[in-house]
């Protein structure tokens, strides 16, 4: 079982530039999350989807957007990257309901220049 | 005041003892409440998760919840080098549909 799939591993932009994270998961799970992790600052939720169809902000939503294309699927998009979303990036899903624990992908390494 | 708080450390431990990581959280009406272990430059692993006010125990992993003072501990019995990590504490507040994190503990086990 592969879990959760985030492609690219790593990925270096320049300022302005666009680009979608992709993740991929097999549990057949509802909710899908996507997060940010900064050093010293722990996990910030950018967006979620709780079920096929719906997306929710998270905290920290200004500068992305996302697509849910289906049940597996949740895409994360830079429309122009901006220096300050360098960050490691995480996909996590789970069982529908905030109470059930998240499972995370490997991560996105996105360094914006 | 942070929705999840947690000591950043590091907290070393000697080889065999046991180490306690603790969090506090602000939301009283939060209703689930995580473990992961973070190793560097990996994703979050979940260790364990709790509900209830108590005790959960899990090999060498022990949970505890006391949701009267709004805190949650893990205690990690025989600790090893393998253990040296950064763990993080999540918590789901009250309406929300996903959950918060805190800042994480970093743990250093000597041997």
């Known amino acids: 079982n592969a879990g959760v799939t985030q492609t690219p591993k790593f990925q270096v932009l320049k300022t302005g530039q666009s680009m979608t994270l992709q993740c991929a998961q097999d549990?057949?799970?509802?909710?899908m999350y996507w997060y940010r992790q900064d050093p010293g600052m722990g996990l910030r939720l950018i967006y979620y989807?709780?079920?096929?169809?719906?997306?929710d902000k998270g905290e920290v939503p200004n500068g992305y957007n996302v697509s849910r294309l289906n049940k597996r699927e949740f895409s994360l998009r830079l429309e122009s990257a901006a220096p300050s979303q360098t960050s490691v990036y995480f996909c996590?899903?789970?069982?529908?309901?905030?109470?059930?624990?998240?499972?995370f992908g490997d991560g996105t390494r996105l360094s914006i220049l | 005041q942070k929705e999840v708080e947690q000591n950043s450390g590091p907290l070393s431990v000697p080889e065999g003892a046991i180490a306690s990581l603790n969090c506090t959280y602000s939301?009283?009406?939060?209703?689930?409440f995580f473990w992961y272990r973070q190793y560097s430059g990996k994703s979050p692993e979940l260790i364990m998760f709790?509900?209830?006010?108590g005790d959960k125990e899990d090999g060498r992993f022990t949970a505890q919840l006391n949701k009267a003072s709004q805190y949650v501990s893990l205690l990690i019995r025989d600790s090893q080098p393998s253990d040296s990590a950064t763990y993080l504490c999540?918590?789901?507040?009250?309406?929300?549909?996903?959950?918060?994190f805190g800042s994480g503990t970093r743990l250093q086990v000597q041997p």
């Open positions: 939301d009283r009406g939060s209703q689930s």
């Open positions: 709790i509900y209830s006010n």
């Open positions: 989807s709780a079920s096929e169809g719906t997306t």
């Open positions: 996590a899903s789970s069982e529908a309901g905030a109470n059930q624990p998240q499972h």
């Open positions: 549990m057949n799970h509802n909710s």
């Open positions: 999540a918590v789901t507040p009250t309406g929300r549909r996903a959950l918060t």
